[in-house]
């Protein structure tokens, strides 16, 4: 299967700060990226949909001007995540999606290792 | 909101097949279904995903009953390893995209 990764897998920062977390394909290149959230015990959140060389796209509730997400490469995205509070702490976890063009028969993400937030 | 339902767990014994059952009572004719598992505090697995014909890939097996309203992933001999939690998912077409929504999912607990 196709390879995604991210750095860092764990990070912990003070209130106020910001964060970024990047996320690699690493043997193909990913026109659409998403970015998840997860918390304990609970199932993934679509945070985020992230289209190289366009503004990405984010879900309800999701505030733009806290998560950052830039695409800047068919193989990097990023998720910035500014001045972090305590309830920001999470699992984010980002995927890449292989379209169908590829010779697979519809489009399947494929997800990275995901980083683990603890803001202080 | 997610598309399916599945029961919250599952054991099954080592070397057994593990069949994961999934209901997606409102699935539309061009979404598709998926299965990702997510082992404790790792990134989900991709494992296989199907539109109406049964699929099978080194990992596993997908049965799509003939209405589409329910499906069953089949691990044929269960390891150890193959504890974890199993989404099954529809894909379906978002506020701007194809999304996959997800669900509880299944914890599947393999014993010795």
């Known amino acids: 299967g196709a390879v995604v990764s991210q750095h860092p897998s764990r990070v912990i920062c003070k209130s106020g700060t910001s964060v970024k977390i990047e996320c690699r394909s690493l043997?193909?290149?990913?026109?659409?990226m998403f970015w998840y959230r997860q918390f304990p015990k609970q199932s993934l959140m679509l945070m985020a949909t992230?289209?190289?060389?366009?503004?990405?796209?984010?879900e309800q509730g999701v505030e733009k001007d806290k998560f950052l997400i830039n695409h800047a490469s068919l193989t990097l995205s990023t998720l910035t995540v500014t001045s972090a509070h305590p309830e920001d702490s999470s699992f984010y976890i980002c995927?890449?999606?292989?379209?169908?063009?590829?010779?697979?028969?519809?489009?399947?993400?494929?997800f990275g290792p995901g980083t683990r937030l603890t803001v202080l | 909101d997610a598309k399916t339902t599945q029961p919250p767990s599952m054991d099954c014994a080592e070397g057994r097949a593990a069949n994961l059952p999934c209901n997606h009572s409102?699935?539309?004719?061009?979404?598709?279904v998926y299965w990702y598992r997510q082992i404790h505090s790792q990134g989900p697995q991709y494992i296989i995903h199907?539109?109406?014909?049964?699929e099978t890939n080194e990992m596993a097996s997908l049965i799509i009953t003939e209405d589409r309203k329910s499906s069953t992933l089949i691990l044929p001999h269960a390891t150890l390893r193959d504890t974890a939690v199993y989404y099954c998912?529809?894909?379906?077409?978002?506020?701007?995209?194809?999304?996959?929504?997800w669900g509880a999912g299944t914890k599947l607990i393999i014993k010795p």
């Open positions: 043997d193909f290149q990913a026109t659409t």
């Open positions: 409102t699935i539309s004719g061009n979404e598709y």
């Open positions: 992230s289209n190289e060389g366009s503004k990405a796209t984010y």
């Open positions: 998912i529809v894909r379906v077409f978002g506020r701007w995209n194809y999304q996959l929504i």
């Open positions: 995927s890449a999606d292989i379209p169908w063009t590829s010779g697979d028969t519809t489009d399947t993400q494929y």
């Open positions: 199907g539109l109406k014909n049964n």
